[in-house]
């Protein structure tokens, strides 16, 4: 992979250099080198500095729509006195094809009883699309487009009667075959969603353990709200997916909200905790599978 880094320079500078002097967010893409294609794995890297007596907010993933991320890992950055600075890193991926443009990247802290806030812009990413080339004009046979000769007319009808005649005695001489198994149905939505759950891991003490837990527990339920009642669940809060389903909404924001307060406020809930979070998630998924989209 070519690393893609040219938001990353000045805050590596910063974070090791001991010149850090004010806060910043820098947003950088780690490619593959043949190129960005729509659905590929690429890698997001955000890094974030403060002063030492700031307290910074997580940082919001969906600050990076319409990208599909997945969280890796976040680690604290070396730096000098009376700063402080975290990497997240993220696994990617765009279901756009063309240029992506991206909003500004906002970055919070608190300090005191003001609210600091630090902007950058992403650089657009080029997503090329995985379709083939546009087709040209169909080929056809030479002898398709040309006229018969004069004088053979006859003779090609006569073998093309004899090849027809020779078809239709040969398929009455076969002996007839069984019908084909009718192919299995689909399986459901929801039995795809509890499968998931049932095969999600419960974390161990590791607060990454735990955070990968419910990034995944939030990605499940996402998911099938957005194959059961094709809402765009990506591109939605917490609060705005469980207004748009029908059913389940009770189960489905007490599930959401333990896995907002995991991402984005550091909580670190009890092996009791997790247990709950995949009760409210399975008690969503079947109160969905009854309901009309």
């Known amino acids: 992979m070519s690393r893609v880094r040219a938001g990353f320079v000045r805050a590596f500078v910063f974070a090791c250099g001991g010149a850090l002097l004010a ?3 820098e947003v950088a893409f780690v490619l593959p080198e043949q190129g960005l294609s729509f659905g590929a794995d690429f890698e997001v890297e955000v890094a974030r500095a403060w002063p030492a007596n700031g307290e910074p907010e997580p940082f919001d993933e969906r600050a990076l ?7 890796v890992e976040k680690r604290d950055w070396p730096a000098p006195p009376g700063m402080a600075g975290d990497r997240w890193r993220y696994r990617a991926r765009a279901y756009v094809a063309g240029e992506l443009q991206f ?4 970055f919070r802290y608190r300090r005191g009883d003001r609210t600091e806030t630090v902007r ?3 650089r657009a990413l080029l997503v090329q699309s995985v379709l083939p080339e546009p087709p040209g004009d169909v080929e056809w046979p030479g002898d398709v487009r040309e006229l018969p000769q004069r004088g053979t007319r ?9 090849l027809v005649g020779l078809g239709l005695w040969s398929r009455w001489r076969r002996p007839r075959s069984a ?3 009718p192919a299995a149905p689909a399986p459901a939505v929801h039995t795809i969603a509890l499968a998931e759950l049932d095969a999600l891991a419960a974390p161990g003490e590791n607060a990454a353990e735990i955070e990968a837990f419910y990034v995944q527990l939030a990605e499940i339920v996402r998911s099938h709200s957005e194959r059961r009642f094709a809402v765009r669940a990506a591109v939605r809060t917490s609060q705005e997916l469980v207004r748009s389903v029908p059913v389940g909404g009770a189960e489905l924001g007490a599930c959401l909200q333990a896995c907002d307060l995991v991402k984005f406020a550091a909580r670190r809930p009890t092996a009791e905790g997790h247990a709950t979070a995949r009760h409210d998630a399975v008690a969503y998924v079947r109160a969905s599978a009854g309901a009309l989209p």
């Open 23 to 25: 806060q910043s967010v």
């Open 65 to 71: 729509a319409p990208l599909s991320l997945q969280f």
């Open 103 to 106: 909003a500004p990247v906002r």
């Open 120 to 122: 950058c812009t992403p």
């Open 154 to 162: 006859l003779w090609w009808l006569a073998a093309a009667c004899a």
């Open 179 to 181: 019908a084909p198994p």
